[in-house]
């Protein structure tokens, strides 16, 4: 019947690319035993309940493969027809181009972006380990899944692959097993022309058990090779799984020219013979749904064990339990203002930043976090907890290494798989490192906190290459991210209380490495959410001047120069994206002002959106030096002398 299985994902997934006139049918052909092993055998999931807490994760890396792992939702009994097969690539389907998180039922993750399924795999993996530790009791396994990933080539190729194999060996994540589907091609032709790695060496050296010389098309070998992967406690597991792209299809197995383009329909018919088919499109052989009934039967058996030892669970664990669902739902219902920090001149805006996070761990038990390497230098450490490492998940502080693009997909993989609320800290420079999985995040509306300091020319004597230029408003281009960067002590409270209550999107929190000195006006949460607010100034202005983060001061410094002359309203900016979605709010700061102004040390380019009428913007636009942050910006133009004195002759 296995066979039958994986004969049948063949022409599902064949007809489909041939219906669509476009699409990547051979790796589904290739990996169809795979498929068909994973679904029929080895996973634990329930099509009923596909978002339940203790199912086994499948996470297709290789997700340009998409109808392979639709064709075995559909069969398995997942919410997805024939129908929605037929529309595979179409739009407003539920079978898009590549796998999208939301809007199909059982697909873990959005993939197709190479590398990234793998990452956020290691993700998923070292959240099961870090809430078993936490709450399983004895006799209660109330977590207790695996991880499977399905990765090809390109995913091994791709750097992010290098990052995230290391990570999820150093930790150990023995319940991550990633199944290489070693079929030899890629788009250009022969892998062999760019990749001649030794993959077993690679992955062994970062202390992961490999498991080679596996026929993916043979279930004798996929069921030792699972088995093994299953015996061992110390390492994740890769089975490099020998598979022939476009498998059934004579003419075009083994060729590169199979990989995203449709087989033909005499080719697809002749198949479908060869494998005792029927011949018509999207046919299913009776037996095959059959198949699936009865083991549905067993699956919704072990589902239902499962719902009985998490009720005892609650009954006799109800404080854990309640912490764990306070996790899941990401609760954070508690008065932020019992929350304090001792303001103190001369404080850096990165230590309140800190200070506030280390208070909010005591109140949201789900929260875990770390950095590339970075824990002093960002303040992103819960110096009341220790650490995660292998053999001790018990912590709450993450060593990521300096891995900022592995750290952001693992960020964004324990995000998905719930329980946990990450946040990640590194500089704002090398948020550049990340920003691929940063836009996954945000594609998938994964409320990831990313906390970066060291944020604009003011870093100083670590020079151009430390110093962010473009980086701040290029991540404010990102749809559906939320980016803030907060002035003063009062606004990096409210920053948080902002990030920790967003549960639909990721918040960026970006925190000056120096002190900025407050301004007097209190502000409060129902401002802050406006995205601006009026910080000092007069009810009807000559001038306004609009600034965020550390720039609020010069900002300041420039009414000062200005005030004998001019009427200067001081508008701080922490989240300009959602000032400019709120026009109405936006005109009316902005209302009968004879000058429009906006001071950033970084680029400018986003603020000509905001500004209106006569305007002057002072930014960024080269790259900083060497030297101390004052002395740069002085350079650059940015000390309220100078754009004092900008202001004036633009006046006059």
């Not at 994986?6 to 052909?29: F, I, K, W």
């Not at 086994?56 to 027809?81: E, F, K, P, T, V």
């Not at 490999?210 to 026929?215: E, G, M, R, T």
């Not at 009934?293 to 030892?309: N, Q």
């Amino acid at each position: 019947m296995l066979q039958k299985i994986a004969d049948t994902v063949r022409a599902l997934s064949a007809d489909a690319v041939e219906y669509a006139g476009s699409g990547h049918a051979g790796m589904p052909l290739g990996c169809a035993e795979i498929g068909a092993y994973l679904f029929a055998e080895e996973m634990k999931y329930n099509p009923e309940a596909p978002d339940w807490f203790n199912r086994d994760r499948l996470i297709l890396s290789a997700g340009h493969g998409s109808i392979w792992l639709y064709s075995l939702l559909h069969l398995s009994g997942y919410d997805l027809s024939l129908e929605d097969l037929k529309k595979y690539r179409k739009f407003h389907s539920k079978t898009p181009g590549h796998p999208e998180y939301g809007l199909t039922p059982g697909v873990e993750m959005t993939t197709g972006p190479l590398g990234q399924g793998l990452a956020h795999a290691v993700g998923i993996a070292f959240a099961e380990e870090i809430l078993a530790e936490k709450y399983n009791k004895e006799n209660y396994k109330l977590i207790d899944h695996y991880t499977y990933v399905v990765a090809g080539d390109g995913d091994l190729m791709e750097g992010i692959s290098y990052e995230a194999a290391s990570l999820a060996g150093s930790l150990e994540l023995d319940k991550l097993i990633v199944i290489y589907d070693n079929n030899g091609v890629s788009i250009d032709g022969p892998t062999e022309i760019t990749f001649i790695d030794d993959i077993k060496k690679r992955f062994e050296s970062a202390n992961w058990q490999v498991i080679s010389d596996v026929d993916g098309s043979s279930f004798s070998d996929l069921e030792a090779a699972f088995k093994k992967a299953k015996v061992e406690q110390k390492r994740p597991t890769l089975i490099v799984a020998d598979t022939v792209i476009a498998k059934g299809i004579a003419g075009k197995e083994g060729d590169s020219s199979a990989h995203a383009s449709p087989l033909g329909k005499e080719e697809i018919i002749e198949m479908k013979k060869k494998a005792g088919l029927p011949t018509g499109d999207f046919e299913v052989p009776e037996k095959v749904y059959e198949y699936f009934s009865d083991y549905l039967a067993e699956l919704k058996k072990e589902f239902a064990e499962w719902k009985e030892l998490e009720s005892n669970y609650e009954a006799e664990f109800e404080k854990e339990y309640q912490e764990l669902m306070s996790g899941i739902e990401l609760e954070a219902d508690f008065d932020l203002d019992v929350l304090d920090v001792q303001e103190k001149e001369g404080k850096p805006i990165r230590n309140y930043a800190g200070e506030y996070y280390q208070l909010l761990a005591e109140k949201l038990p789900y929260l875990v976090g770390g950095t590339a390497d970075l824990s002093a230098s960002t303040r992103i450490n819960l110096d009341q907890y220790p650490d995660i490492k292998r053999g001790y998940f018990a912590g709450r502080n993450i060593k990521f290494g300096i891995r900022e693009h592995a750290m952001a997909a693992a960020a964004g993989g324990i995000m998905l798989h719930g329980g946990l609320r990450p946040v990640t800290a590194t500089y704002l420079t090398f948020s550049d490192y990340m920003r691929p999985s940063i836009r996954m995040a945000a594609l998938m509306g994964l409320p990831v906190i990313y906390v970066f300091t060291h944020d604009s020319i003011y870093v100083g004597e670590d020079g151009p290459t430390h110093q962010p230029i473009e980086q701040l408003e290029s991540l404010r281009m990102i749809p559906g991210l939320r980016v803030i960067r907060p002035a003063t002590e009062t606004e990096v409270k409210l920053a948080w209380k902002a990030a920790v209550e967003e549960k639909n999107k990721p918040v960026i929190l970006v925190m000056a490495r120096q002190n900025v000195n407050a301004y007097e006006k209190e502000i409060s949460a129902a401002e802050f959410e406006k995205g601006a607010f009026v910080v000092s100034g007069e009810a009807e202005p000559d001038i306004a001047v609009m600034a965020s983060g550390s720039e609020i001061e010069t900002a300041l410094e420039v009414k000062e120069l200005l005030k004998r002359d001019y009427r200067v309203r001081i508008i701080s900016v922490p989240e300009k994206e959602k000032l400019y979605q709120n026009q109405n709010y936006l005109e009316l700061l902005l209302q009968n002002v004879k000058l429009s102004v906006a001071i950033e040390a970084g680029n400018p380019t986003g603020w000509y959106r905001i500004l209106r009428g006569s305007a002057l913007i002072f930014g960024v636009e080269e790259f900083g030096f060497s030297a101390a942050g004052e002395e740069i910006a002085a350079e650059l133009g940015l000390t309220a002398e100078k754009i004092a004195e900008k202001i004036k002759k633009s006046l006059n």
